[in-house]
């Protein structure tokens, strides 16, 4: 469905873009913070170096005149790039001395004692106490913004792999943290009508533990109303079954004794209808075994046995002696984990429904495969899918018009998925362009 949406994936979305975006903001700020450190530390050394450097240009100087001279360089000085540099200038303007770096043209910068920025140089200028020379130092903004860039690449290029570090650590630390709650949806997915047992809450943290609660409180009420209903059915099937037989019994005797009257007619009529009724209270029996968790045990079970005992069993009845035929596609045992009277049960309502709801002319064919499958396929009209998708249902009949209870594959459903198996049903039948097919898988014993 369009809207479904997992809480794990949003969780662990929301942390990981959580943490990234406290991790920028945090790295902006550090940014801010280091600019403004960076400035400060640069601007210290232009005001140091100047403050230093002013006493020594001035012992260098060879004062012979008022005016004084530029100061010959002595010392051969090799190409090297500077990050500060400096220029001697008197109250003129004139440069008298230079660093190696310094244009031999004044900077443009006034000759005002103070911080200043001209043509993307931060300077800092000092001068002597009469007020006749000045030093300006000097250092590029570039080199400033250079060393701001390579924190800031130093500061977030660990993030490249921290984040999906963190991303991975933090799905990880969710799917665990949620573990439980994959267990409590296992937990209430295998319960049903045959198996209401309590949910384990051992273990179960404080959020999830009510729920738990909740969900056994109300399995518990349900488990009363399946109960009772189940009492209701099989104590009412059982009633009814010695009325009805010993109805049939006085009905057999009153047709002995009406044969070739005019009543004699419905006298069978009575009797055929309460033989219907018979088989209804049985099927109700059936159904109240099969939802009492009959297939729930567990034993190794021959499905070739099973067949062939059912199938003999319907050849002796002189009505399907010729109908039935067993069709075993493999030499070895089948086995499967059932309840192998459960099993039986099953496989006897599918051969019943095909017998009864199938074509007379043709046969029922029971075959037992190696995949631990038993198929049943009889001829006959095809269903539609809609009302395929619905036979399942108690009390739900196919379009024919042969009589039935509408409890046999309900019956069968039941048992099958308590037994850990499925159920499908095809029309028409694989291979044909008529008929019907219903397969029981089951798993193995092994």
Same mark, same amino acid.
């Given at each position: ?27 902006? =700020? ?71 770096? =310094? ?14 920025? =001209? ?9 002597? +106490? ?102 209701? +059915? ?29 009543? =004699? ?33 567990? &034993? ?7 067949? &062939? ?138």
């Amino acid at each position: 469905m369009s809207g479904d949406w997992s809480l794990a994936r949003r969780l662990s979305g929301a942390l990981i873009l959580g943490i990234a975006a406290l991790w920028i903001a945090a790295v902006l =700020a550090a940014v801010v913070v280091v600019r403004h450190e960076t400035n400060e530390v640069f601007d210290s050394a232009l005001q140091e170096m100047a403050q230093r450097l002013l006493p020594l240009a001035i012992d260098d100087l060879r004062d012979d005149d008022d005016d004084g001279r530029e100061i010959d360089h002595a010392a051969a000085v090799p190409e090297h790039e500077e990050y500060l540099v400096y220029q001697l200038r008197d109250a003129t303007g004139r440069v008298l001395l230079r660093s190696h770096d =310094a244009p031999p043209e004044p900077f443009p910068v006034p000759l005002r004692p103070g911080f200043a920025d =001209a043509e993307g140089w931060r300077a800092y200028t000092e001068r002597t +106490a009469d007020g006749r020379l000045y030093i300006q130092v000097l250092d590029r903004q570039t080199h400033r913004s250079e060393t701001l860039l390579e924190f800031v690449v130093w500061l977030v290029a660990p993030l490249a792999l921290l984040i999906p570090l963190a991303g991975l650590i933090i799905v990880l630390a969710v799917r665990r943290v949620l573990a439980p709650i994959a267990g409590v949806r296992e937990a209430i997915r295998e319960r049903g009508g045959s198996d209401l047992a309590p949910i384990p809450g051992d273990g179960m943290p404080m959020e999830l533990a009510p729920i738990v609660d909740d969900v056994n409180r109300l399995m518990q009420r349900l488990s009363k109303a399946l109960e009772s209903e189940r009492s209701f +059915a099989a104590n009412s099937a059982h009633e009814l079954r010695t009325p009805v037989a010993a109805a049939l019994a006085q009905l057999s005797r009153l047709a002995e004794e009406t044969r070739g009257s005019p009543g =004699a007619a419905r006298v069978d009529r009575i009797a055929d209808i309460l033989r219907g009724l018979a088989r209804t209270v049985e099927k109700l029996l059936q159904l109240a075994r099969a939802e009492a968790g009959i297939a729930l045990r567990r &034993e190794p079970v021959d499905l070739v046995q099973v067949a &062939e005992l059912l199938v003999e069993e319907f050849r002796r009845d002189r009505r399907y002696a010729d109908r039935v035929r067993l069709d075993v596609r493999t030499d070895q045992d089948v086995l499967v984990l059932t309840d192998i009277d459960a099993i039986a049960i099953a496989v006897r309502n599918l051969i019943e429904n095909a017998l009864v709801h199938g074509s007379a002319r043709e046969p029922v064919i029971v075959s037992v495969a190696p995949d631990r499958s038993i198929r049943v396929v009889n001829a006959g009209p095809a269903v539609p899918p809609e009302r395929l998708a619905v036979l399942t249902g108690r009390f739900e009949r196919g379009a024919g018009k042969a009589s039935g209870s509408g409890l046999g594959l309900a019956i069968v459903d039941s048992i099958v998925r308590q037994a850990g198996g499925s159920l499908e049903l095809r029309s028409p039948a694989p291979a044909r362009d008529s008929g019907f097919e219903a397969v029981i898988r089951l798993p193995g014993s092994s």
